[in-house]
Structure formats: C-alpha cells, structure tokens
C-alpha cells in the first residue's frame, strides 16, 4: 500500500514536465537475500538489519552498537559491504544481499567460514558474522592482503575476544587457499517467495 | 534504535529531486551515504518528516577529468576517490584524504558531498577543498550556483548548501605541471577509523627548478569551528625557498592561528595546537618531496 504521490508537477523554463516522483509512508519492496527473492510491505524507518532478522528471520546478522561502530551487522549489498543497522530496508529496494547465511554450500563452509573454524578466529562468536562478510567484501577487492591490509581491512569491524590475531590469520590463510573465482558465491536457485 | 517516522522518495534524476525539496521545504532532508545522517535520525538529533534518497540519481556519481578541473559527483563514494588511477596521478592529496576516512564500510557508503553538506570541522574533506581551492556546484529548483572553498562552511555543520538545494559537483583545479604539483594528508587519530584529534591536507606547487614554494594551498581539521584554511602558514610559504627553515616558519604559523577547543576524547587546545605543527610540517616536506624538492 502506497501512499497517493504528492500531486505536483515542475514545470521547468523549457516548460517540459517534471515528474515529481512518489513520496511513501509505506511501500512494497522487492530483495534478493542469499539468493531467494522477497516481497514484503516496509515503512521507511524499519532498519536494514531489523528487517532482515525480524522480517525474514535471518538472525545470523548481529546488532552490536547499534550505531554504525562496530560491524557486527555488516552484509553485501550489492557487491558492497555496508553496516545494515546504518541503512533503511526501503533502500534495498530492488538490490541483491548476501547475509552470513548465503555463504556455505550446504553442509560445506565457505572456505572463510573454514579457515576461522580451523584458526581458532572467534571466541564467542558474537562479531563473526559481521567480520567474515567484511572479509568477504576485502578479498574480492584484494585477494593477496598483506597482513597490515588484513588488518586495516577488518577496521571497521570490533571484537571483545579474541585480539584479532586470529581472525587476521585465519584471513590470511583464507586468501591463500582460495583464488578470487572461488570467492564467488554461486547464487542459490531463485525461488519467489509469497507475501506474509 | 528508531528513528522518528519519516515519509520516503527515492527521485531518479536532479530534476525530480530539487522539485521534491521545493514541495517538501525544509521539512526535508537529503539521504546520501546517510553514514552521518541515518546515525543522527537514530539519535533522535535530525527528525526530518520527508527523506529524498538521491541514492538512484546515478548521474551524480562520477570522476572525471576535462580541461582544467576534475570533477567529483558528490554522490561519489569515499572509496571510489581512495581507489581511482586519476584521482592518486592528479590529486594525491584526494586519494590520501580518502583512505583517512572512518572504515571500508563507511568509505563503501559514505560520499564526498554528503560529507561536505554535512560540515562537521572534524570532515576530512573540507580540508582537501580548501588545500585545492575547489568549487562546489550547487543546484535548486530555480538556479545552479557556484561556490568556492573558502565561502562554502558557514559555521559548525552549517554549509552554504540551503534546505531546498543539492550539492552537484566538486571541481578541483587541476595542479599545474604534474610533477611540480603535490598534495598530501597527514591525520592524527586516536585509534583506526576515528574523526581526526588533528589533520592537515596541503596542496603545493613548486617553481620549475623546485628551489622555491610557488603556490601553496592549507585545509586544517578539527582546529577550529569549521575546517579552516591556514591562510599564514601558506604566507609563510608561497615565494620562499623549498627548506626546513621555511617549513618550520609555517608550522609556527599554523600553531598561532588554528582555533582548538579543549575536548574529553582527543585532547586540550594546546595538544592540538602543538599537533597542527607537528602535522602541517610533515605534511608539507611529504608533498614537498613528491614534488620533487631535495634539502627537505
Ligand atoms: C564510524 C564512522 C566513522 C567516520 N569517520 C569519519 C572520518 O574519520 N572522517 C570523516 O570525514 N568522516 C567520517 N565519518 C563520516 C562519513 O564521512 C560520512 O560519510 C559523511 O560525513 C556523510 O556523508 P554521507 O554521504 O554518508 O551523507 P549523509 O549521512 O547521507 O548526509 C549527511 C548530511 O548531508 C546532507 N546531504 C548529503 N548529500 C547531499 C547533497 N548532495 N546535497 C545536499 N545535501 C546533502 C544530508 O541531508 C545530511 O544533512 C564517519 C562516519 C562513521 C559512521
Ligand atoms: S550494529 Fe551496526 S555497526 Fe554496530
Ligand atoms: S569473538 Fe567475541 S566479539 Fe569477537
């Protein structure tokens, strides 16, 4: 349900129309997650990251300051890391995102879920989700960090456990076990999924 | 954390857009990077009953180069100026200025006019407008206006930007003579990805046989109630020679003319001013040196 777009139109020197465009106070929105396409009704201030964990029960994405600081709540929209608690739903409008949930094929890890299983990377997990999508998004854009990359790379994103040594190893050992084409992530089938 | 219940549009073109800001008048607010904005909303400290993404203007996001500017669309990401081979062969002091800014994912999302807009005296991108003398293009319903660097901040988060106006383009003046031309930002911040305690960004440009400062452009950060250009520290500079001596007068000068505060977080007025030595100096023998000045 829509709004009744604002009745104006510019008339501009050329005297050619301008369209105002509609103006929403509720709007149906259209996302790809992980590969499955949604179709849900949103008001404008839901939170990206409120959507996705309340709205689609995707609650692999984690709400840590809740104010743009710590990147727990980072996922790919498309093909850029972004914090979702920093973003409106309505503005993924039409857009893909992979949420920590679209990674692993399966019962198979992705080979950065592997390499932070096998490098001791996470304590209590809480900042994992968050620090494996960032890493995702910082290996495509660099696929042969140096260690000061790595670090430089994860920045954005906090952990009370660990030091972060062993998340910057398990980076590391994950960008040396796989070349960028094994960095994409096949979209899953997509299948519609009806309103609820 | 909610914000506050807003109505939305998301205009495709410039048009559109300045037309909905008329319509909504200052009721609205523009939505870009909203690494500023969507923070403030939740806060409760903005409380705009009209959001105008401008996020699908896609026309607003460009580098380009064409005669004597290139130009930035403020829709620009902080990471595409970070990662572009015009931007690190022309505008070294751009790409520097960039990678300071917050973390990737804000650089991902956040764009140079929003920062500008938003006119916080911590931005690091005021400093690079005012060290490269920028033009900002700015657009309403009625008129395109051009404003330079030096009259764009109007005070603490106030830009010259009015309510029913967007911010267009950067224009930065191409350097003169690529390799006498440099530009470098040098930032003090308590831990990685922080608004700066200090930070400096220089543009300079050295005679042919690069013994003397030939022109000399200063942006200072989080030294005073907007970014500000260190108008006697380039006096120090522009005519004298390319040494340490000189450098050492500018960041003299640099210290008696910045206006500090004292804060909790990072530091008195005088630890700043200390800095704002420190830094300018360092920033200027690194832009000096690409230059291609020797003796500094
Ligand atoms: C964790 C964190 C760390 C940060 N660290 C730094 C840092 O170290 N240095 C730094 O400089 N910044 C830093 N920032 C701020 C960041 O640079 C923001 O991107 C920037 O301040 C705002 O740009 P935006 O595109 O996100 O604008 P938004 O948040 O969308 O908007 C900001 C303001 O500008 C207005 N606006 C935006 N675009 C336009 C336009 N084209 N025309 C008219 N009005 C417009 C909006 O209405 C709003 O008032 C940080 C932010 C975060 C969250
Ligand atoms: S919850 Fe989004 S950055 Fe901390
Ligand atoms: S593992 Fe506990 S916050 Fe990182």
């Given at each position: 349900m829509?709004?009744?777009?604002?009745s104006v139109r510019k008339t501009s020197r050329r005297s050619k129309k301008i369209w105002v465009p509609e103006v929403f106070s509720q709007k149906t929105i259209r996302v790809i997650v992980n590969g499955k396409e949604y179709v849900r009704d949103v008001k404008p201030r839901l939170l990206l990251v409120d959507f996705l964990r309340d709205s689609l029960g995707l609650t692999g994405t984690h709400v840590g300051c809740d104010t743009s600081n710590c990147g727990a709540c980072t996922v790919i929209l498309n093909g850029r890391s972004v914090k979702s608690c920093s973003m409106f739903a309505i503005q993924a409008d039409g857009k893909e995102i992979l949420t920590i949930e679209g990674l692993a094929k399966g019962n198979q890890f992705?080979?950065?879920?592997?390499?932070?299983?096998?490098?001791?990377?996470?304590?209590?997990?809480?900042?994992?989700?968050?620090?494996?999508?960032?890493?995702?998004?910082?290996?495509?854009?660099?696929?042969?960090?140096s260690e000061e990359q790595i670090r430089w790379g994860i920045a954005g994103n906090l952990c009370r456990c660990t030091?972060?040594?062993?998340?910057?190893?398990?980076?590391?050992?994950?960008?040396?076990?796989?070349?960028?084409?094994?960095?994409?992530?096949?979209?899953?089938?997509?299948?519609?999924?009806?309103?609820? | 954390m909610y914000p506050k219940e807003f109505e939305y549009a998301s205009p495709t073109s410039l048009g559109e857009a300045v037309a909905l800001l008329k319509k909504m008048g200052p009721d609205a607010k523009v939505l870009a990077g909203g690494?500023?904005?969507?923070?403030?909303?939740?806060?409760?400290?903005?409380?705009?009953?009209?959001?105008?993404?401008?996020?699908?203007?896609?026309?607003?996001?460009?580098?380009?180069?064409?005669?004597?500017?290139?130009?930035?669309?403020?829709?620009?990401?902080?990471?595409s100026?970070?990662?572009?081979?015009?931007?690190?062969?022309?505008?070294?002091?751009?790409?520097?200025?960039?990678?300071?800014?917050?973390?990737p994912q804000v650089r991902n999302n956040g764009t140079i006019g929003g920062s500008l807009v938003h006119s916080d005296p911590a931005g690091d991108w005021g400093s690079a407008i005012i060290a490269s003398r920028a033009l900002l293009k700015i657009?309403?319903?009625?008129?395109?206006?051009?404003?330079?660097?030096?009259?764009?901040?109007?005070?603490?988060?106030?830009?010259?930007?009015?309510?029913?106006?967007?911010?267009?383009?950067?224009?930065?003046?191409?350097?003169?003579?690529?390799?006498?031309?440099?530009?470098?930002?040098?930032?003090?911040?308590?831990?990685?990805?922080?608004?700066?305690t200090v930070g400096v960004g220089v543009q300079l440009t050295l005679s042919?046989?690069?013994?003397?400062?030939?022109?000399?452009?200063?942006?200072l950060t989080s030294l005073g109630p907007t970014n500000l250009r260190g108008k006697k520290a380039e006096k120090a500079l522009v005519g004298k020679n390319v040494s340490l001596e000189t450098i050492e007068e500018a960041g003299t000068?640099?210290?008696?003319?910045?206006?500090?505060?004292?804060?909790?977080?990072?530091?008195?007025a005088e630890y700043k001013r200390a800095m704002a030595r420190v830094f300018l100096k360092r920033a200027l023998t690194r832009a000096a040196r690409k230059a291609g000045a020797s003796g500094v």
């Open positions: 829509s709004k009744k777009p604002m992705h080979p950065l879920q592997q390499a932070f299983w096998d490098n001791h990377g996470l304590q209590c997990g809480f900042c994992t989700p968050g620090m494996i999508m960032q890493a995702y998004w910082f290996l495509k854009e660099n696929p042969h960090p030091g972060y040594s062993n998340i910057v190893k398990a980076i590391q050992v994950a960008s040396e076990k796989i070349g960028v084409e094994q960095m994409q992530v096949e979209p899953r089938k997509q299948r519609m999924v009806r309103r609820s | 690494q500023s904005l969507v923070p403030l909303m939740k806060f409760r400290l903005a409380s705009p009953k009209y959001l105008l993404d401008i996020n699908g203007i896609s026309n607003l996001e460009y580098i380009k180069e064409n005669g004597k500017f290139i130009s930035v669309g403020a829709l620009t990401r902080h990471h100026l970070e990662r572009s081979e015009l931007v690190k062969q022309k505008l070294g002091l751009f790409s520097e200025t960039a990678s300071w800014i917050g973390d657009q309403s319903a009625r008129r395109e206006r051009i404003v330079d660097s030096d009259h764009f901040f109007k005070d603490t988060f106030t830009s010259a930007v009015a309510p029913n106006e967007i911010l267009t383009e950067i224009r930065v003046p191409v350097p003169p003579d690529g390799g006498r031309s440099a530009g470098a930002y040098e930032k003090l911040e308590r831990k990685a990805g922080d608004f700066a042919r046989n690069r013994k003397t400062f030939e022109q000399a452009g200063i942006g000068a640099v210290s008696e003319e910045v206006k500090p505060t004292d804060d909790v977080l990072r530091g008195s």
